[in-house]
T-cell receptor, first 112, second 115 residues
């Protein structure tokens, strides 16, 4: 079973920041938080991952709480092309070959 | 740098038939995983191959089998197809050494319809 809890769906106005929350209260010390998204009928796309520090790349920012029990993915300026299902996953990274365990994710709809 | 590639993209099979799906991992990746994604659900882990051997397996019956070749490419075979096997089949890869990180990358998938 997935170790994360996400809202089923969210809406965001185009051009505004999209903030997608994720709860992972049972995360272990060596588990990273990964975010993937899946645009309709395509394979999941890697977005970002982090352990305990906030992370930023060209796609998004990841904010992880100090106790690591929750995190937020931020898309700073959402566009219509960001409409997708977003999955938050916890997984051991370095030295681990554990598969990804997907939940149902959050369906983000960006509205013009 | 080629990403994960899968073939075919779409196919239709009849109940009871067998199907083979193919995957080439991302350059530099030696570990391949397969996932099944039914309509409206998240992907479910089938199995993972490394050094041409199945290393981990999810909760799937023996009708699902695989193979990894010396060039790291992989095949997924499903025998005695059932209507419930209709799904998007995703191949994913990552490097085992950790030198490039262990981030898993996915292909675009193969859509299988069983009629």
């Amino acid at each position: 079973d997935a170790k994360t809890t996400q809202p089923t769906s969210m809406d965001c106005a185009e051009g505004r920041a999209a903030n997608l929350p994720c709860n992972h209260s049972t995360i272990s010390g060596n588990e990273y938080v990964y975010w993937y998204r899946q645009i309709h009928s395509q394979g999941p796309q890697y977005i970002i991952h982090g352990l305990k520090n906030n992370e930023t790349n060209e796609m998004a920012s990841l904010i992880i709480t100090e106790d690591r029990k929750s995190s937020t993915l931020i898309l700073p300026h959402a566009t219509l092309r960001d409409t997708a299902v977003y999955y938050c996953i916890v997984r051991v990274e370095v030295g681990g070959n554990t598969p990804l365990v997907f939940g149902k994710g959050t369906r983000l709809s960006v509205i013009a | 740098d080629a990403g994960v590639t899968q073939s075919p993209t779409h196919l239709i099979k009849t109940r009871g038939q067998q199907v083979t799906l193919r995957c080439s991992p991302k350059s530099g990746h030696d570990t391949v995983s397969w996932y099944q994604q039914a309509l409206g659900q998240g992907p479910q882990f089938i199995f993972q191959y490394y050094e041409e051997e199945e290393r981990q397996r999810g909760n799937f019956p023996d009708r699902f089998s695989g193979h990894q070749f010396p060039n790291y490419s992989s095949e997924l075979n499903v025998n005695a197809l059932l209507l419930g096997d209709s799904a998007l089949y995703l191949c994913a890869s990552f490097p085992s050494t950790g030198l490039m990180g262990n981030t898993i990358y996915f292909g675009e998938g193969s859509w299988l319809t069983v009629v």
